[in-house]
């Protein structure tokens, strides 16, 4: 246990449905982050928020859509996916301050797209 | 700019033996560097991490990695396998600027052999 909860941690939808995952941490961190995993890539970062404020959106289509409402909570909300979307999405927080910090992961959502 | 090369992405030992799982580094500053674990079906969980302290850094699990600067590697070890170290390790450089990005490397899965 990371402290890092996500939810729901399977995920099946059609490419015409729109769905929630849900991203909670009780670390009292103030930066959040969504990753994408798919098989045999590497990790890659979708989007950052620091204090509430997106800083980095590395290029995501616009059918992710990011939500921070507060520094506990990430939403990141789907639309019309395709199955090229299928993936392990996992969220992360960590603290922003000087220096090394490393980033704690939640268990991640498994995303299926059909 | 940052990145992380993990040379292998598939290793095989037996249980007992030596654990050996390579990292290099790029980057222009010196950099964090931090090795994650990940379990089937769950998310990255922090080993160790070298933050410019000691060079030979102890993590979890009986593992530790050390921090050479000449060969701009941090390779990780342990002594001695054993069946539950079975999973895929991730390197990581982060560079310490804001916005707390992690750079991953590709992964190396650990297959224990009995």
């Given amino acids: ?114 | 700019a940052q990145s992380v090369t993990q040379l292998g992405s598939h290793v095989s030992v037996s249980e007992g033996a030596l654990v050996l799982l390579r990292c290099n580094y790029s980057s222009s500053v010196p950099p964090y560097l931090f090795w994650y674990v990940q379990y089937p079906n769950q998310g990255l969980q922090l080993l160790l991490k070298y933050t410019s302290a000691a060079t030979l850094v102890k993590g979890i699990n009986g593992f530790e990695a050390e921090f050479k600067k000449s060969e701009t590697s941090f390779h990780l070890t342990k002594p001695s396998a054993h069946m539950s170290d079975a999973a895929e390790y991730f390197c990581a450089v982060s560079e310490g600027t804001g916005a707390n990005n992690l750079f991953f490397g590709t992964g190396t899965r650990l297959t224990v052999i009995p």
């Fill in chain 1, 1 to 114: 246990e990371t402290g890092v909860t996500q939810t729901p941690r399977h995920l099946v939808m059609g490419m015409t449905n729109k769905k929630s995952l849900k991203c909670e941490q009780h670390l009292g961190h103030n930066a959040m982050y969504w990753y994408k995993q798919s098989a045999k890539k590497p990790l890659e970062l979708m989007f950052v928020y620091n204090f509430k404020e997106q800083t980095e959106n590395n290029s995501v289509p616009s059918r992710f859509s990011p939500e921070c409402p507060n520094s506990s909570h990430l939403f990141l909300h789907l639309h019309t996916l395709q199955p090229e979307d299928s993936a392990l999405y996992l969220c992360a927080s960590s603290q922003e301050t000087l220096g090394a910090y490393e980033q704690y992961f939640g268990p991640g959502t498994r995303l299926t797209v059909t």
